[in-house]
């Protein structure tokens, strides 16, 4: 059996309405579940109170992870497994790895951020997209209000703040999952 959510669509057509809309919506106490846009819209992470991102921080984490193994791989392979003297120099001779441990170090900090961002946005390839209206591949900004996170106001109400916000048209939309 599968769940369906119901939601109410705000659409507009400028983005500057549009986040005046987004604060004359959160200040009426409706909770807002995710904005659509067809282009990235300046402040409008700000608008909604999103957390900033530590996408940062696992960048960080698969870099150090991509520069210990590079030169754990290197060490071992050059210094304690295999060892040769190429060209009179040390078995570990540190300045001669640079190349492969930032290459390996670049690698594996840009899988591990794309993967990170997969599984953190939880897309998925067998996941099917929720695409509330299709207009926000073109040009119409769509803010969706999920009604079950809101009881407390009616779906009445919620369409009549977001028309006074400046929203071009209200529709309500029901979503398998």
Not at 2 to 10: A, C, H, I, N, P
Not at 24 to 42: N, T, W
Not at 152 to 160: C, E, F, Q, R
């Amino acid at each position: 059996m599968s769940d369906s959510k119901d939601f109410v669509l705000g659409v507009y057509d400028d983005e500057d309405v549009l986040l005046k809309a987004v604060g004359a919506v959160r200040e009426a106490g409706i909770k807002i579940d995710e904005v659509y846009s067809p282009f990235p819209v300046h402040g409008l992470d700000e608008e909604l109170g999103y957390k900033k991102s530590r996408l940062p921080i696992a960048a960080f984490m698969f870099g150090a992870l991509g520069t210990t193994l590079a030169l754990t791989m290197q060490i071992w392979m050059l210094g304690i497994d295999w060892p040769m003297i190429i060209g009179g120099k040390n078995f570990v001779a540190l300045p001669d790895f640079v190349p492969v441990t930032f290459e390996l170090t670049v690698l594996l900090a840009a899988f591990g951020m794309v993967g990170t961002f997969l599984v953190s946005s939880d897309l998925k390839p067998w996941k099917d997209p929720k695409l509330l209206d299709i207009r926000i591949t073109d040009d119409k900004h769509i803010m969706a209000i999920d009604l079950g996170s809101n009881k407390a106001v009616d779906a009445k109400k919620i369409g009549s703040v977001l028309k006074d916000s400046g929203a071009v048209e209200v529709n309500d939309k029901t979503v398998e999952e």
